[in-house]
């Protein structure tokens, strides 16, 4: 069976929302699904997942958040070459630029981006939660 590995970073819950969608969604595939808060997340999680999403809001002023999430994203760079990725985060009042910064260095990193990085305004609404399923979908296809 496929696995998938969701790594997230949420302050106030609205990324780990989208997580819980993009998880639903793979799942709804029939893959296996292993869901990690990016405290407890190590490289090999990357590494041995067929396809990763990774999720983290728009922090600092259109930054990933610094104390956790950005080391982690820097020790995969070699890790994730190669390999399926989404992105997807929550934001408050930015344009979304920390998502296009994101996904470019995830691309100079060498993942394979399946798709557009994943954007939504604070917490996801219904049609949000249905856009994170359908990116869980994506992800897990193929
Ligand atoms: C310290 C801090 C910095 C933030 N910086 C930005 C920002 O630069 N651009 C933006 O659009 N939203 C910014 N936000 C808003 C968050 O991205 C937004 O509240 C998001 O929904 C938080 O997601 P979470 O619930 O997963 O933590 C910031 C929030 C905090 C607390």
């Known amino acids: 069976m496929k ?26 595939e029939g893959t296996d699904v292993k869901i990690i808060n990016v405290s407890d997340a190590k490289s090999e999680d990357v590494l041995n997942a067929d396809a990763v999403a990774l999720g983290c809001p728009s922090m600092g002023s259109e930054q990933l958040e610094e104390s956790e999430m950005e080391p982690f994203v820097e020790s995969i760079s070699h890790e994730i070459s ?4 989404v992105l997807f985060g929550s934001y408050g009042w930015g344009n ?23 954007i939504i305004n604070n917490a996801p609404d219904d049609e949000g939660i249905e856009r994170c399923k359908e990116l869980g979908k994506l992800l897990a296809k193929v």
Do not use: F
């Open 82 to 85: 190669g390999k399926r990725l």
């Open 3 to 28: 696995n998938i590995t969701i790594i997230y970073w949420s302050g106030t819950g609205n990324t780990e929302a989208m997580a819980m969608g993009v998880m639903e969604g793979a799942k709804s």
């Open 96 to 118: 979304g630029e920390w998502m296009t910064d994101w996904q470019e260095r995830m691309e100079s990193y060498g993942a394979n981006l399946v798709d557009e990085g994943l």
